[in-house]
């Protein structure tokens, strides 16, 4: 399983989106401790995300 592992080629790294939501920093040069409390996970995407077919392997419990 490691040696297919080590095998495959790494995919393009996926691109953070951001939703225009939340405040920008480098815009609005000011740090806006409140917005922590009020970010939700759907404030955040992934896009552009790859990944290989899962590798099974069997373990002892």
Excluded: C, N
Excluded at 1 to 12: D, G, H, I, N, T
Excluded at 26 to 54: C, I, N, Q
């Amino acid at each position: 399983m490691l040696k297919e592992q080590l095998k495959r080629e790494p995919y393009a790294s996926p691109q953070l989106i951001i939703s225009d939501r939340v405040p920008d920093y480098a815009v609005t040069k000011r740090y806006e401790p409140e917005w922590l409390e009020k970010v939700e996970p759907s404030d955040f995407a992934l896009e552009g995300y790859k990944h290989h077919e899962t590798l099974t392997a069997p373990m002892a419990v």
